[in-house]
Structure formats: structure tokens, C-alpha cells
């Protein structure tokens, strides 16, 4: 299983994939208040995710997400489930 620590730079560069342009992207990165994250962006991160990682990211934990912390965390519980 992946690390948090192995998992967080590929987290970080899919998000910055989707950010703003000039909008840096850090552990404490809030998607929505900082990125303006859309359901669109979402919904494109979490394809990105699960097609980089041949998962399948279940919408209902979405709500308890707020950043890239959180994100990654989640990821990885995920990923230890398979």
C-alpha cells in the first residue's frame, strides 16, 4: 500500500492539473475556498484519481473532504481497502 507520504506529490500534481493558474497547491490546500473547485473539477479530479490508480473513489465521502490533506488521506484508505 502507498504511503501517505508517496501518495501526496501525485495528489498534488493531478490537483494543480485542475487549479487556477498562480494558485499554489499545498497539504492544506482547501479545494473549494482556495481553487474554487466546481462539481465539474471534482468530478474530474476523482476520474483522474481513479484511472491513475485503477480504483474506484466511492462520491460519498466527498462531503468530509475540504483539502488536499483530506484528499489524500481518503486515497489511501482506499487504496488499503484494495
Do not use: W
Not at 32 to 46: G, R
Not at 65 to 78: E, G, K, P, S
Request: net charge negative; glycine share 4%.
Amino acid at each position: 500500500m502507498p504511503t501517505y507520504k508517496d501518495l501526496l506529490p501525485i495528489v498534488t500534481s493531478l490537483i494543480q492539473s485542475l487549479a487556477p493558474a498562480g494558485r499554489k497547491v499545498g497539504e492544506d490546500t482547501d479545494l473549494v475556498a482556495d481553487l474554487e473547485f466546481d462539481s465539474l473539477k471534482v468530478m474530474s479530479l476523482i476520474e483522474q484519481v481513479e484511472d491513475r490508480f485503477d480504483v474506484s473513489v466511492p462520491l460519498n465521502i466527498l462531503p468530509d473532504i475540504r483539502t488536499v490533506r483530506d484528499f489524500t488521506v481518503r486515497l489511501q484508505a482506499i487504496l488499503g481497502e484494495n
